[in-house]
C-alpha cells in the first residue's frame, strides 16, 4: 500500500518523530496527505531528554497520538557524540570519514521499530525526514539504504510497506520552502528543536546542525526578500 488502502482512500501513516525541522515538516506533510497520522519518538539515551518532550508538545498542539518508545539500547552500541556527554560534537565534518554524530544502525533500528509497531495499529506506511541533499554525511539518510529498508522490513514481516522520505531531494532552504506552504513555518521555526546543545529554535548557531538550518532559513527567506530573524 502508498497513498492508498485497500478502500481507495488515504490510508494511514506513522511518522518518525524527533521534535526536529525535519521531522516537524514530515509530521505535518503527513497530515495533508493521510487519513490518520500517529507520531512516534524515540528516546536513546541522546544528549537531550528535552527533545522529546518537544516532540511531545508538537504532536499534542496538532491532535496527532504520540509514543515515546524506550530504545536506549542504540546508546550502548557505539559510541558517539550523540549519546557519550563526554565527547565533543564535531564542528566540521572530517575529511575522509563520518562525523562523531553518526550513530551507526540508529535509522535501521529505527524503522525496524517503527514498522513493528505500525504494524500493530494496520499502519503500512512510515514517514521519515531523511535527506541526502543537505545532510552531515550520514550513510543511512541516503535513498539506497531507505529503498533496502523497505524491502527487507516488507520481507520480514509479510507486509508490503512504504517508507515515504518527502525530504530527500530537498535542500534545507526546500524544507523551509515546504513547511513555508504547509502553513507551518512559524511552528517549525520557533518550537522545534534540531540544535546538538539542545536550545530551541535557532539553537545555540555554532553546532552543524544549527548551522546548516539557520544557513537554510536565511537562504530560504532572502528568496522570499524577507529577514529570517535569526
Known amino acids: 500500500m502508498s497513498d492508498k488502502d485497500y478502500n481507495n482512500q488515504p490510508a494511514s501513516a506513522l511518522v518518525l518523530f524527533s521534535g526536529g525541522q525535519d521531522s516537524t515538516t514530515c509530521l505535518f506533510w503527513a497530515i495533508k496527505r493521510f487519513r490518520s497520522v500517529r507520531a512516534l519518538c524515540f528516546g536513546y539515551g541522546q544528549r537531550h531528554a528535552l527533545e522529546t518532550e518537544v516532540a511531545r508538545r508538537i504532536a499534542g498542539e496538532a491532535g496527532i497520538p504520540f509514543q515515546l518508545l524506550d530504545a536506549s539500547v542504540i546508546a550502548a552500541l557505539s559510541a558517539n557524540a ?3 556527554l563526554d565527547m565533543a560534537v564535531d564542528r566540521e565534518k572530517p575529511e575522509g ?3 562523531n554524530t553518526f550513530v551507526p544502525g540508529r535509522n535501521l533500528l529505527f524503522l525496524t521499530f517503527a514498522a513493528a509497531i505500525a ?3 494496520g499502519i503500512f506506511n512510515l514517514v ?3 535527506s541526502q541533499a543537505d545532510y552531515s554525511g550520514y550513510p543511512d539518510c541516503r535513498e539506497p539504504f531507505v529503498r533496502a529498508a523497505a524491502e527487507a522490513i516488507s520481507l520480514a514481516m509479510d507486509e508490503r510497506f512504504t517508507i515515504h522520505t518527502p525530504l530527500m531531494h530537498l535542500s534545507k532552504a526546500d524544507t523551509w520552502r515546504l513547511a513555508d506552504e504547509l502553513g507551518v513555518l512559524s511552528t517549525v521555526r520557533d518550537k ?3 540544535c546538538y546543545n539542545g536550545l530551541i529554535a535557532y539553537g545555540c548557531g555554532e553546532c552543524p546542525a544549527c548551522r546548516l538550518r ?3 532559513l536565511e ?5 522570499k526578500n524577507e529577514d ?3
Open 82 to 84: 550523540l549519546t557519550d
Open 97 to 99: 570519514a563520518l562525523p
Open 119 to 121: 504494524r500493530s495499529h
Open 128 to 130: 521519515t525526514g531523511v
Open 192 to 194: 522545534t528543536l534540531t
Open 214 to 216: 539557520n544557513n537554510g
Open 219 to 223: 537562504e530560504y527567506m532572502r528568496s
Open 228 to 230: 529570517p530573524g535569526c
